[in-house]
């Protein structure tokens, strides 16, 4: 990944973070190369955009990055649209920061 690329950010208040970063990872590892631990993961896209992870007791912390701004507004739309789906027993408020 290029250090330049747009990139936004958000962090989901939830006490499952390490369980929707392991669904999320596990879902998206049967198409691409994902890396995950119960604390952090990285789910490559393509070669212009990625995911990362970061899990903590009270929150899921997303930082997504991809070369074109309008690709990042469609990454943006299906993580949150992933995420919520894993999380149907909670209200959770995701919102990207650019």
């Known amino acids: 990944m290029e250090f330049d690329m747009p990139v936004s950010t958000s962090t989901v208040a939830t006490a ?6 392991q669904q999320l990872c596990k879902h998206w590892s049967h198409r691409f190369a994902v890396e995950f631990t119960a604390e952090i993961g990285r789910v490559p896209f393509s070669d212009t955009a990625e995911l990362t992870f970061a899990a903590d007791p009270g929150a899921l912390s997303l930082t997504l990055s991809a070369a074109d ?7 943006e739309t299906v993580v949150a649209d992933h995420l919520k789906r894993f999380a ?3 209200e959770l408020d995701i919102t990207w920061n650019a």
């Open 88 to 90: 149907f027993r909670e």
């Open 69 to 75: 701004p309008s690709q990042l507004e469609r990454y």
């Open 16 to 21: 499952h973070a390490s369980k929707y970063l």
